[in-house]
């Protein structure tokens, strides 16, 4: 692989990992803040980024680059509401997907399609990743502004984090 690209790819392994750390502080947030539901969805949440981190690790070591962990921040540890976590959440989410559009021009390049056919299922992924986050805040805003609408909508957000942990495991 071309350094640009091994160099590009390291960049997206501290993204992933960053994401997964900012996903464990919010769900530590909302384990004490009473939402149980919305803990357990973003404890599955960030296990998944750091699986799509090691994704990423695994594919540059065995393509002969070297996978590389970097400095990262600390995360923010309080938030206001559950309707803020998820605004957040989404802001983040649309980030990563600009990060890994770069990404994908990097490889383009470089006329290296090998990546580039590799980062297709990051694409599919953040699709997915971003609807499901304004879905979730979109409920938060419909019925979510009562104790009844925020309860409801923990109870669901540990049903969808039920469903997302039997996918991945
Ligand atoms: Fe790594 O999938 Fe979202 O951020």
């Given at each position: 692989m071309k350094k640009a690209v091994v160099d590009a790819l390291n960049k997206q392994i501290a993204i992933e990992e960053d994401s997964s750390r900012?996903?464990?502080a919010m769900a530590s947030w909302c384990e004490t803040a009473g939402f149980p539901g919305a803990a357990k969805y973003l404890y599955v949440h960030s296990d998944e980024e750091r699986i799509h981190q090691l994704k990423l690790m695994a594919y540059v070591?065995?393509?002969d680059g070297h996978?590389?962990?970097?400095?990262?921040?600390?995360?923010?540890a309080a938030y206001k509401t559950l309707k803020q976590v998820f605004e957040i959440v989404l802001k983040h989410e649309k980030f990563v997907t600009a990060s890994i559009n770069k990404l994908l021009e990097v490889c383009m390049k470089e006329k290296d399609y090998t990546t580039?056919?590799?980062l297709q299922w990051y694409?599919?992924?953040q699709v997915e990743e971003e609807a499901s986050a304004?879905?979730?805040?979109?409920?938060i805003k419909l019925a979510g502004e009562t104790q009844g609408g925020l309860f409801l909508i923990d109870k669901e957000l540990a049903?969808?984090?039920?469903a997302a942990g039997a996918a991945t495991a």
């Open positions: 900012i996903y464990l070591n065995t393509m996978a590389l962990l970097s400095k990262l921040d600390q995360p923010v580039t056919n590799f694409v599919t992924e304004k879905e979730i805040l979109d409920k049903g969808m984090a039920t």
